[in-house]
């Protein structure tokens, strides 16, 4: 298994450009998560989900979007990157809601 | 609302000795417990998980912690601190749900 796999690991974007930061588990694990790392901040919740077709807001949603069209793949979108959105992107999975497999992060810079 | 402080941004000790490391939370129920650890440039990796059996938690690489309700406390500890112990540990809380609170972290310093 390769567990949790995220791409890219490195990105420099311009203020106001998009993209898409990709994640994917082949653990069959219903509970997927997209987190941002800041120093000194721990990991702040961005957006979760239960399942394949449900999202729902974390603790600091705005200025990011996900979906879950399946059940193995949970891609974050940035639209009109900001540079306060610089920080580590991390995602995780869990079969249960309960212990939390991690990704090893995209380092998301915006000039 | 869920908190969890974990006090101390940074702790430095020497090779061989105790490690130390403080997490206290607040809850209104009875919390599940977490310890992760994150080596420079990777993700996170559990250590341990309390979830209301034994207060004592065994983990990997030598590491336990005790839950201590009355403290309202989860400090993660190891007997003798080797260099490759050198990360970053952070705490997190559940109760029980699919949502985690993490706290800020501790940068661990081993010393040779």
């Known amino acids: 298994n390769a567990g949790v796999t995220q791409t890219p690991k490195f990105r420099i974007l311009k203020i106001g450009q998009s993209m898409t930061l990709q994640c994917t588990q082949d653990?069959?694990?219903?509970?997927m998560y997209w987190y941002r790392q800041d120093p000194g901040m721990g990991l702040k919740l961005i957006y979760y989900?239960?399942?394949?077709?449900?999202?729902d807001k974390g603790e600091v949603p705005n200025g990011y979007n996900v979906s879950r069209s399946t059940t193995e793949d949970f891609p974050l979108r940035l639209e009109l990157a900001a540079p306060s959105q610089t920080s580590v992107y991390f995602c995780?999975?869990?079969?249960?809601?309960?212990?939390?497999?991690f990704g090893p992060g995209t380092r998301l810079t915006v000039l | 609302a869920q908190s969890v402080t974990q006090l101390g941004s940074h702790v430095s000790v020497s090779e061989g000795a105790l490690v130390l490391l403080r997490c206290n939370y607040s809850?209104?129920?009875?919390?599940?417990l977490f310890w992760y650890v994150q080596y420079p440039n990777q993700g996170l990796q559990l250590l341990l998980k309390?979830?209301?059996?034994?207060?004592l938690v065994k983990g990997i690489n030598g590491f336990e912690a005790e839950f201590k309700k009355s403290e309202t406390s989860f400090h993660l500890t190891k007997p003798s601190a080797h260099m490759s112990d050198a990360a970053e540990y952070f705490c997190?809380?559940?109760?029980?749900?699919?949502?985690?609170?993490f706290g800020t972290g501790t940068r661990l310093k081993v010393l040779a």
């Open positions: 995780a999975s869990s079969p249960l809601g309960n212990e939390q497999f």
């Open positions: 653990m069959n694990h219903n509970y």
């Open positions: 989900s239960v399942g394949a077709g449900i999202t």
């Open positions: 809850s209104s129920v009875p919390p599940y």
């Open positions: 309390y979830t209301s059996a034994a207060t």
């Open positions: 997190a809380v559940s109760k029980g749900t699919y949502k985690y609170i």
